[in-house]
T-cell receptor, first 114, second 112 residues
Framework: GAGVSQSPSNKVTEKGKDVELRCDPI?????LYWYRQSLGQGLEFLIY????????KSGLPSDRFSAERTGGSVSTLTIQRTQQEDSAVYLC????????????FGPGTRLTVL | GNSVTQMEGPVTLSEEAFLTINCTYTATGYPSLFWYVQYPGEGLQLLLK?????DKGSNKGFEATYRKETTSFHLEKGSVQVSDSAVYFC???????????FGAGTRLFVKA
């Protein structure tokens, strides 16, 4: 398909383990975003990549969270030493850098930390 | 700073009822405004948008008008259906910016 894909769709892990979440943006989209959606909450911005520029990491909640984007395409969000409060749906979105910047979202990865 | 405030849910309506979900914003400059919808088990998708004052965005029977004087972008639909049950997010993108600011979302339940 031509949409944003994310994997895995569900991840259950034990507290203290590291996890990696993957996002494949729409081909040609130069901007990529990660958000966190906790139960009953809105979208919490985590990090933004645009082309080859330094990412905007202003939303990362702690230094246990990191993300990279290789070759301007696929992105991986890594959470180290997971905690129960990390349980949430992690959403990825991509966009073209047009004036109105419509974002296209993936289906998300539901992370459960036991 | 920029922010979006939308009415708390959940909103529960009967089929064919009129829907309004309020959204107000705070922004410098002249933002673009959006409504995104998240159906159960799916990712967010753009529902409609408006890029300047007095513009009306519309899609699937939903409408929202960009009101600069009241800094609002309320979502309306004249007759809701069960299939409209979803979470609705109001959002803004400031001029020249790339980070969209989302509201907390409003969950809508439509009963048959």
């Amino acid at each position: 398909g031509a949409g944003v894909s994310q994997s895995p769709s569900n991840k259950v892990t034990e507290k203290g383990k590291d996890v990696e979440l993957r996002c494949d943006p729409i081909s040609g989209h130069t901007a990529l975003y990660w958000y966190r959606q906790s139960l009953g909450q809105g979208l919490e911005f985590l990090i933004y990549f645009q082309g080859n520029s330094a990412p905007d990491k202003s939303g990362l909640p702690s230094d246990r969270f990191s993300a990279e984007r290789t070759g301007g395409s696929v992105s991986t969000l890594t959470i180290q030493r997971t905690q129960q409060e990390d349980s949430a749906v992690y959403l990825c979105a991509s966009s073209l850098l047009t004036r109105n910047n419509e974002q296209f979202f993936g289906p998300g990865t539901r992370l459960t930390v036991l | 700073g920029n922010s979006v405030t939308q009415m708390e849910g959940p909103v529960t309506l009967s089929e064919e009822a009129f829907l309004t979900i309020n959204c107000t914003y705070t922004a410098t400059g002249y933002p673009s405004l959006f409504w995104y919808v998240q159906y159960p088990g799916e990712g967010l998708q753009l529902l409609l948008k408006a890029t300047k004052a007095d513009d009306k965005g519309s899609n699937k029977g939903f409408e929202a008008t960009y009101r600069k004087e009241t800094t609002s972008f309320h979502l309306e639909k004249g007759s809701v259906q069960v299939s409209d049950s979803a979470v609705y997010f109001c959002a803004l993108l400031n001029t020249g910016g790339f980070k969209t600011i989302f509201g907390a979302g409003t969950r809508l339940f439509v009963k048959a």
